[in-house]
């Protein structure tokens, strides 16, 4: 896969669209693979763009704030440690108001916030791990059994990790493709291609057979 539109990003990080905008205008997290340049231009987003969301949205479930996160990577960026992306190479610990942060030395934590209590763990690993199942998951294909008049076709979605939504074809039926932002709504839109192609093809049936 080659990048991961908005839209994926949020269904797979449970993110709003609004959320994911917010993050990129602010330079908090930016997409790494396509930057938004205007209107109407889509971003891409690689998979540790993934990791670092749900690493963020993680953070923010147990009420640390975005400044506090925001404060946390900028000071791991430039004062400790020189990592590009620092949500995704280290374990953090909070304890709902202080960051902490596990480093390659198991003896060093770093509170990169003030002192307090550790009641709070998570791992980097089992984030990845979750994210590899679902994006997995997403990218594996789906055959359906649409209905059209008194005949069956076997059509394929795919989900569209770019634009998010799904695209589907009817192998039958040579070049009858259709999208769709919903399984539903693929479905009844190549319902309407399949129409549509059989349509086509029985009028050229029809001129050959009087020309």
């Known amino acids: 896969m080659e990048g991961f539109g908005s839209r994926t990003v949020g269904a797979l990080t449970g993110l709003s669209l609004r959320q994911i905008d917010y ?4 330079h908090f997290i930016k997409p790494s693979l396509m930057g938004s340049s ?26 640390i704030s975005l400044q506090k996160i925001r404060k946390c990577t900028t000071y791991l960026r430039k004062q400790r440690l020189n990592l590009e992306r620092p949500l995704v190479s280290l374990k953090f610990l909070t304890d709902g108001d202080s960051i902490f942060v596990l480093t390659s030395n198991p003896k ?12 709070f763990s998570l791992g980097i690993g089992e984030i990845m791990k979750d994210l590899k199942g679902k994006v997995a998951k997403i990218g594996m294909k789906k055959t359906e059994i649409v209905r059209v008049g008194k005949r069956r076709f ?23 493709l259709s999208q769709g932002d919903t399984v539903e709504e693929s479905l009844e839109m190549i319902r309407d291609s399949i129409r549509g192609h059989l349509a086509v093809t029985e009028k050229e049936t029809v001129r050959r057979k009087t020309g």
């Open 38 to 63: 205007g209107k109407g231009t889509r971003r891409l987003y690689d998979f540790l763009d993934l990791v670092q969301f749900r690493v963020a949205a993680s953070l923010r479930s147990q009420g």
């Open 23 to 26: 993050w990129d205008r602010t």
């Open 154 to 176: 076997a059509v394929v979605l795919h989900h569209d990790v770019e634009d998010g939504g799904y695209w589907v074809e009817c192998p039958e039926l040579a070049g009858c």
């Open 108 to 119: 060093v934590v770093m509170d990169t916030l003030k002192e307090g209590q550790l009641v």
